[in-house]
C-alpha cells in the first residue's frame, strides 16, 4: 500500500553531510543511462523530478500499491538496461532485486527505516540520527543546488508535511504562494496556495501507469510554477484538466466524509474500491481539520481495508496499531503519528475495537 508521510518537524537542521550530497551527485555524474524508482508521492516524485531535470538522461518507474522494489521490476530493468539504479523515497528493497542486479551499481536515498542490505550505496539521515525524517525532495536539492527548481524541491518538502531552510528561500522568492509567516507545515499544507501545487503533484500520480507518467514527462519541462497553476502553455493545461477531474473525486471523497464527524475519539472513513484510492491525503486533511482525533481512512478492496493512520502529536498511533493487530488478519505499521494497515474486512470490528482499547490505556 501507499503510505503518505505525515511530520511535525519545523526546521530541519541535520539531513546528510556535505561528502554524501557530493558521493550521490558523483553517482548521477557518471551514468549515461540511469534509471530512477519513485514513490508515488509528492515527496518522491520531486526527487525523481530534481535528479532527472539535472541529468536530462534516463527513465522513471512510479513506484505504486507498495513502496517496495522487488521482483516486480525485474522486467522493466532488464528491457531497460540501465548502468545505474537510483532508488529514491522508498521505504522497502528487497534482497531478491539486489542480487537479480548486482552488477548494477544500486544508489538508494531514503528517510524512513533506516535499513540494511549488502552491495547497496546507501543514504539515509536517519542511519546516524534516527529522528532525522528529513524529506528525500530535501536531499536532493542539497546534491543539485539548482535554483531554478527550488520550487519543485519546497512543493515536495511541504507535500511531507515539513518546513526547512530550503522552503524559507522559496518564501523569499514566492511569498504569494507560501507567505513567510507561515511557521507550521500543516498550514503551509492546507492553507496556502503551494497547498494547490502539492496537490497537483499527488493527484496526477493516481490513475492508470501510462497516464502517470505523460504528466510526469511533461513537468520535466515545466519551467515555474506559474505556467503550472495558471495554465500558461498547452502542456500545463493538459495537467490542469487531469488533475481536475482527479480533484474533484477528492472532494466528494472528503464531503462524504465531513459527514462521518462525531464526538468519537476515532473518525472512522470507509469508502469501496469503485473509488480512486485518496486515503493518505484525506487522512491527512481531516487530520488538519481534526488535530484532536484519531483518523483511520479505509478502503475496502477485495475483501480487506486498506487503511491510512493518522493521530496527533499526544497518540503514538504506531504502538496503538501494534495492539491492535493482535488475533487480526491483517498487518501495518509505520511512523509515530502516520501509519498504514491492511486488515480483512471479517476482522475489521474486532481491529477498530483493540485499536479503541489501546488509545484508551495508552
Same mark, same amino acid.
Given at each position: 500500500m501507499c503510505l503518505a508521510d %505525515?511530520? %511535525?518537524? &519545523?526546521l530541519v537542521i541535520n539531513m546528510l553531510n556535505k561528502g554524501q550530497y557530493k558521493q550521490i551527485l558523483e553517482e548521477l555524474d557518471n551514468c549515461k543511462r540511469p534509471i530512477y524508482f519513485f514513490h508515488d508521492d509528492a515527496d518522491g516524485l520531486c526527487s525523481f523530478l530534481q535528479l532527472y531535470r539535472?541529468?536530462? @538522461?534516463? +527513465?522513471?518507474?512510479?513506484? +505504486?500499491?507498495q513502496p517496495k522494489v522487488d521482483e516486480r521490476f525485474f522486467k522493466v530493468v532488464k528491457e531497460y538496461q540501465p548502468d545505474k539504479i537510483f532508488i529514491l523515497d522508498l521505504a522497502i528493497l528487497t534482497e531478491d532485486f539486489v542480487d537479480e542486479f548486482r552488477k548494477i551499481p544500486i544508489i538508494w536515498v531514503d528517510h524512513h527505516g533506516p535499513a540494511e542490505i549488502k552491495g547497496v550505496k546507501y543514504f539515509n539521515p536517519r542511519t546516524e540520527n534516527k529522528d532525522d525524517n528529513v524529506c528525500v525532495s530535501e536531499l536532493c536539492y542539497h546534491v543539485i543546488e539548482n535554483k531554478d527548481d527550488l520550487w519543485i524541491a519546497a512543493t515536495g518538502i511541504v507535500g511531507d508535511w515539513q518546513l526547512s531552510e530550503v522552503t524559507k528561500e522559496f518564501s523569499g522568492k514566492y511569498p504569494e504562494l507560501l507567505p513567510k509567516d507561515t511557521d507550521k507545515p500543516e498550514k503551509a499544507l492546507f492553507d496556502t496556495p503551494l497547498s494547490r501545487l502539492v496537490r497537483i503533484f499527488n493527484f496526477i500520480l493516481k490513475g492508470p501507469t501510462q497516464e502517470v507518467m505523460k504528466c510526469v514527462k511533461i513537468l520535466t519541462r515545466i519551467k515555474t510554477p506559474y505556467e503550472l497553476l495558471n495554465g500558461e502553455t498547452a502542456q500545463a493545461r493538459y495537467i490542469l484538466r487531469r488533475f481536475e477531474k482527479i480533484d474533484k473525486l477528492y472532494e466528494e471523497l472528503l464531503e462524504y466524509a465531513m459527514k462521518k464527524v462525531s464526538k468519537k475519539k476515532i473518525l472512522l472513513?470507509?469508502? !469501496?474500491?469503485?473509488?480512486?484510492?485518496?486515503s493518505g491525503e484525506l487522512a491527512n486533511?481531516?487530520?488538519?481539520?481534526f488535530p484532536d482525533k484519531v483518523i483511520i481512512v479505509g478502503r475496502v478492496k477485495s475483501g480487506e481495508v486498506k487503511s491510512s493512520l493518522r493521530s496527533g502529536a499526544n497518540i503514538n498511533i504506531? +504502538?496503538?496499531?501494534?495492539?491492535?493487530?493482535?488475533?487480526?488478519?491483517?498487518?501495518?505499521?509505520?511512523?509515530?503519528?502516520?501509519?498504514?494497515?491492511? &486488515? !480483512? @474486512?471479517?476482522?475489521?470490528? +474486532?481491529?477498530?475495537? !483493540?485499536? $479503541? $482499547?489501546? &488509545? !484508551?490505556?495508552?
Open positions: %505525515f511530520y %511535525f518537524f &519545523i539535472y541529468k536530462k @538522461e534516463g +527513465k522513471g518507474v512510479c513506484v +505504486k500499491s472513513v470507509k469508502y !469501496q474500491e469503485n473509488k480512486m484510492s485518496f486533511e481531516l487530520l488538519y481539520r504506531a +504502538k496503538a496499531l501494534e495492539k491492535a493487530l493482535k488475533g487480526v488478519r491483517g498487518y501495518g505499521g509505520g511512523h509515530e503519528h502516520a501509519c498504514g494497515a491492511c &486488515i !480483512q @474486512e471479517e476482522d475489521f470490528d +474486532k481491529f477498530l475495537e !483493540q485499536l $479503541e $482499547e489501546a &488509545i !484508551q490505556t495508552r
